[in-house]
């Protein structure tokens, strides 16, 4: 080796070739990130290199989960103004900025992950090279936590490759695979594991043209075509993402749109503009909720415990679809029913999902030899994980498990995937009751990341934290929950769509309830999902947390609609009628003019039900149920969780509104004692 130097997270060795391989590794962390201190690290090494003139620089990670993460943000929640944060931002623009200016080629070399910060980082190099893998994605999803890319992507990634694809990446926050990237120009090439350092040093050696986008994708930067690719893009974001709740989208439009011909310019009003939105409520909020989710994934670490066979009883919509959620993430599936024809079912909607999932025939056809239809129950003793998801009746519950329990492994997880019933209940029949614990996957599988891990007062804790050691398995969040009437998310869910159901009773159109709830910020409305998840499942959930939680009476309405074999969504008609998959909305009468209180109703009701959970200890503390309600229902995440929103409300004003809307409409809003002390 010509030259070794050891930094504290940079190691940068120099070989016989004169190629600078620079490693980020940084200390004391399980991933790399841009913090502050690797930044400034990162510029005294380039100086130094600045000087030194190696024949070329070759950046890559010497961390075996992935490049970069992104920026750190931690340091963002310690931002306190806007002058905090562009003097931040503008350092790492500053770092970037040099590196590009190298005079001699510069090369990111990627493997795994290449988030954010990592992204901008590899852009201001003159070549990518990805290691051609699934585990390597590329993106920039800034916009999921209320802000944009800030260390120059807005300004370098849309004369890349063209303001569509990189406005679409940039709005979106998607990441894609090394070689979609490749095909889009965001890489150079993708090359298998064995061939990356080789690639990366041929760039140095070669110094190829770098790559420049076709004629039309150049020619939508103009600042002739940005006004009007603007307003189509405004409108297409909008579909998704209020202005008046997620302003970062429109930001990043805006400041494209006006300051794209001007490189200096928009430099400078990109960190104004990140320094802006990292400042604000919807940023905050968001980085909140990304923390949440950094804690759930967190519980699910720490136990000796790795299935590689899931048996799941019960070919019904949610257990075909965690049997075939399960393959998809690599383990050996078994999944057992009486009704071939359910089978069937279950393989055709597994083979759907993975088309859309790995898209490649011999991947699905890899997933699918992983799921094994089991109509005799063989796959029983061999799993490491049965999961009985059969309907929702503790007598055949009951009668399941005296069937099961002699055959399955000592050592196997028995779980269930009841939605409402407590598990003290359903392990009175087990020889073992220790061993039962809820895993409770919320519909569609595919989408929704929470699983409620549920222990009963009989439920070992080496048996729970395996159950959220398997969920993190199979990529999902667990959320710890105690055992008792309805869990944390249905139990908070179920009074706001009794109320939606009340209103549309007395009158109110099921499209203003829907837009009341929509406007706060709810991804669907109450009534729309209600007909989603189906009003049988609706009534019965509703009928059990009736009488165990003396919640007041289910609305006559829901049990109209259901008699009447008006289930919803999969019957054709419910609240709404169905033409197809899709519900046709009627318009309120002209002149209809709404109560003003529909709003407060519907989301007092889910506050006052969370408030009680948490003095009831159903989750350990506010943090939790608030990422529960997020990844279970969707909360809008703009508002940090529904707990942290009212208490950032105030307490006293949220319990004194409750005892207004008692006053109005009855006990059912009587406030719970624990707006007392919160």
Same mark, same amino acid.
């Given at each position: 080796?010509?030259?070794? +130097?050891?930094?504290?997270?940079?190691?940068?060795?120099?070989?016989?070739?004169?190629?600078?391989?620079?490693?980020?590794?940084?200390?004391?962390?399980?991933?790399?990130?841009?913090?502050?201190?690797? +930044?400034?690290?990162?510029?005294? *090494?380039?100086?130094?290199?600045?000087?030194?003139?190696?024949?070329?620089?070759?950046? !890559?990670?010497?961390?075996?989960?992935?490049?970069?993460?992104?920026?750190?943000?931690?340091?963002?929640?310690?931002?306190?103004?806007?002058?905090?944060?562009?003097?931040?931002?503008?350092?790492?623009?500053?770092?970037?900025?040099?590196?590009?200016?190298?005079?001699?080629?510069?090369?990111?070399?990627? #493997?795994?992950?290449?988030?954010?910060?990592?992204?901008?980082?590899?852009?201001?190099?003159?070549?990518?090279?990805?290691?051609?893998?699934?585990?390597?994605?590329?993106?920039?999803?800034?916009?999921?936590?209320?802000?944009?890319?800030?260390?120059?992507?807005?300004?370098?990634?849309?004369?890349?490759?063209?303001?569509?694809?990189?406005?679409?990446?940039?709005?979106?926050?998607?990441?894609?695979?090394?070689?979609?990237?490749?095909?889009?120009?965001? *890489?150079?090439?993708?090359?298998?594991?064995?061939?990356?350092?080789?690639?990366?040093?041929?760039?140095?050696?070669?110094?190829?043209?770098? #790559?420049?986008?076709?004629?039309?994708?150049?020619?939508?930067?103009?600042?002739?075509?940005?006004?009007?690719?603007?307003?189509?893009?405004?409108?297409?974001? $909008?579909?998704?993402?209020?202005?008046? #709740?997620?302003?970062?989208?429109?930001?990043?439009?805006?400041?494209?749109?006006?300051?794209?011909?001007?490189?200096?310019?928009?430099?400078?009003?990109?960190?104004?503009?990140?320094?802006?939105?990292?400042?604000?409520?919807?940023?905050?909020?968001?980085?909140?909720?990304?923390?949440?989710?950094?804690?759930?994934?967190?519980?699910?670490?720490?136990?000796?415990?790795?299935?590689?066979?899931? #048996?799941?009883?019960?070919?019904?919509?949610?257990?075909?679809?965690?049997?075939?959620?399960?393959?998809?993430?690599?383990?050996?599936?078994?999944?057992?029913?009486?009704?071939?024809?359910?089978?069937?079912?279950?393989?055709?909607?597994?083979?759907?999902?993975?088309?859309?999932?790995?898209?490649?025939?011999?991947?699905?056809?890899?997933?699918?030899?992983?799921?094994?239809?089991?109509?005799?129950?063989?796959?029983?003793?061999?799993?490491?994980?049965?999961?009985?998801?059969?309907?929702?009746?503790?007598?055949?519950?009951?009668?399941?498990?005296?069937?099961?329990? &002699?055959?399955?492994? $000592?050592?196997?997880?028995?779980?269930?995937?009841?939605?409402?019933? &407590?598990?003290?209940?359903?392990? @009175?029949?087990?020889?073992? &009751? @220790?061993?039962?614990?809820?895993?409770?996957?919320?519909?569609?599988?595919? =989408?929704?990341?929470?699983?409620?891990? *549920?222990?009963?007062?009989?439920?070992?804790?080496?048996?729970?934290?395996?159950?959220?050691?398997?969920?993190?398995? %199979?990529?999902?969040? &667990?959320?710890?929950?105690?055992?008792?009437?309805?869990?944390?998310?249905?139990? *908070?869910?179920?009074?706001?769509?009794?109320?939606?159901?009340?209103?549309?009773?007395?009158?109110?159109?099921?499209?203003?309830?829907?837009?009341?709830?929509?406007?706060?910020?709810?991804?669907?409305?109450? %009534?729309?999902?209600?007909?989603?998840?189906?009003?049988?499942?609706?009534?019965?959930?509703?009928?059990?947390?009736?009488?165990?939680?003396?919640?007041?009476?289910?609305?006559?309405?829901?049990?109209?609609?259901?008699?009447?074999?008006?289930?919803?969504?999969?019957?054709?008609?419910?609240?709404?009628?169905?033409?197809?998959?899709?519900?046709?909305?009627?318009?309120?009468?002209?002149?209809? =003019?709404?109560?003003?209180? %529909?709003?407060?109703?519907?989301?007092?009701? !889910?506050?006052?039900?969370?408030?009680?959970?948490?003095?009831?200890?159903?989750?350990?503390?506010?943090?939790?149920?608030?990422?529960?309600?997020?990844?279970?229902?969707?909360?809008?995440?703009?508002?940090?969780?529904?707990?942290?929103?009212?208490?950032?409300?105030?307490?006293?004003?949220?319990?004194?509104?409750?005892?207004?809307?008692?006053?109005?409409?009855?006990?059912?809003?009587?406030?719970?004692?624990?707006? =007392?002390?919160?």
């Amino acid at each position: 080796m010509a030259d070794e +130097l050891m930094y504290t997270h940079w190691h940068l060795e120099i070989d016989a070739k004169r190629i600078a391989w620079l490693a980020m590794d940084k200390a004391e962390a399980g991933a790399n990130v841009l913090s502050k201190a690797v +930044l400034q690290e990162l510029q005294t *090494v380039i100086d130094a290199l600045a000087v030194a003139r190696p024949r070329g620089l070759v950046i !890559y990670s010497a961390k075996a989960n992935g490049f970069i993460a992104g920026a750190d943000v931690k340091e963002f929640t310690a931002l306190n103004n806007f002058e905090e944060a562009t003097e931040l931002v503008g350092r790492g623009q500053a770092v970037l900025n040099r590196l590009e200016a190298l005079p001699f080629p510069t090369v990111a070399m990627i #493997h795994g992950f290449c988030l954010g910060g990592g992204m901008e980082l590899a852009l201001a190099c003159r070549y990518r090279v990805a290691e051609d893998d699934p585990r390597t994605r590329l993106g920039l999803p800034e916009v999921k936590l209320g802000i944009h890319p800030g260390f120059g992507g807005t300004v370098r990634l849309p004369p890349l490759i063209g303001a569509p694809l990189a406005m679409d990446l940039m709005l979106s926050g998607r990441t894609v695979e090394a070689r979609q990237a490749q095909k889009m120009g965001l *890489v150079d090439y993708a090359v298998p594991a064995r061939q990356l350092r080789r690639a990366a040093e041929s760039m140095v050696l070669e110094q190829p043209q770098p #790559h420049q986008p076709k004629f039309f994708q150049r020619i939508t930067n103009h600042g002739a075509l940005r006004p009007l690719l603007a307003s189509m893009l405004r409108k297409k974001v $909008a579909d998704k993402a209020p202005p008046q #709740h997620y302003p970062a989208p429109y930001a990043m439009i805006d400041l494209w749109s006006e300051y794209a011909g001007n490189r200096k310019r928009m430099m400078q009003e990109e960190a104004r503009s990140v320094a802006r939105l990292v400042t604000g409520d919807t940023a905050r909020n968001l980085v909140r909720v990304f923390f949440l989710q950094e804690r759930l994934k967190s519980l699910g670490r720490g136990a000796d415990f790795n299935a590689k066979h899931v #048996h799941v009883i019960g070919a019904g919509v949610m257990g075909g679809d965690i049997a075939a959620w399960c393959a998809l993430r690599g383990l050996r599936v078994t999944v057992q029913d009486r009704n071939p024809e359910a089978l069937g079912r279950v393989m055709k909607r597994a083979q759907a999902l993975y088309k859309k999932k790995l898209k490649l025939p011999r991947l699905v056809q890899a997933a699918m030899d992983r799921l094994q239809p089991d109509r005799a129950g063989a796959g029983l003793r061999r799993a490491d994980v049965v999961i009985e998801a059969i309907f929702e009746d503790v007598k055949a519950k009951q009668h399941l498990y005296r069937e099961v329990e &002699p055959l399955i492994r $000592a050592d196997a997880l028995l779980a269930t995937n009841t939605s409402s019933i &407590p598990l003290e209940t359903l392990s @009175e029949v087990l020889q073992r &009751p @220790e061993r039962l614990v809820g895993v409770h996957f919320f519909n569609p599988v595919a =989408q929704m990341q929470l699983v409620e891990v *549920v222990a009963s007062t009989l439920t070992s804790p080496e048996v729970a934290k395996q159950a959220a050691a398997f969920v993190r398995q %199979i990529d999902r969040l &667990p959320l710890p929950v105690k055992s008792s009437p309805g869990f944390l998310v249905n139990r *908070v869910l179920m009074p706001y769509l009794l109320e939606a159901v009340t209103l549309e009773a007395e009158g109110v159109p099921a499209t203003v309830i829907d837009a009341a709830a929509t406007e706060f910020g709810m991804p669907m409305g109450p %009534i729309l999902l209600a007909d989603t998840v189906g009003l049988d499942i609706c009534l019965s959930v509703a009928e059990i947390l009736s009488k165990q939680l003396q919640r007041g009476e289910v609305p006559p309405r829901l049990r109209e609609l259901v008699a009447a074999g008006h289930l919803g969504k999969k019957s054709g008609r419910g609240f709404y009628t169905y033409q197809g998959d899709r519900p046709v909305f009627v318009k309120p009468p002209k002149g209809y =003019q709404p109560s003003a209180d %529909i709003t407060d109703r519907l989301m007092f009701r !889910y506050f006052n039900e969370a408030m009680a959970c948490l003095r009831e200890g159903v989750v350990e503390d506010a943090g939790l149920l608030d990422a529960g309600m997020i990844f279970g229902t969707g909360f809008a995440p703009f508002r940090g969780g529904p707990l942290h929103f009212a208490r950032h409300t105030g307490a006293l004003a949220v319990r004194r509104r409750l005892e207004e809307l008692t006053q109005e409409h009855g006990q059912i809003f009587q406030p719970d004692e624990g707006w =007392q002390s919160a």
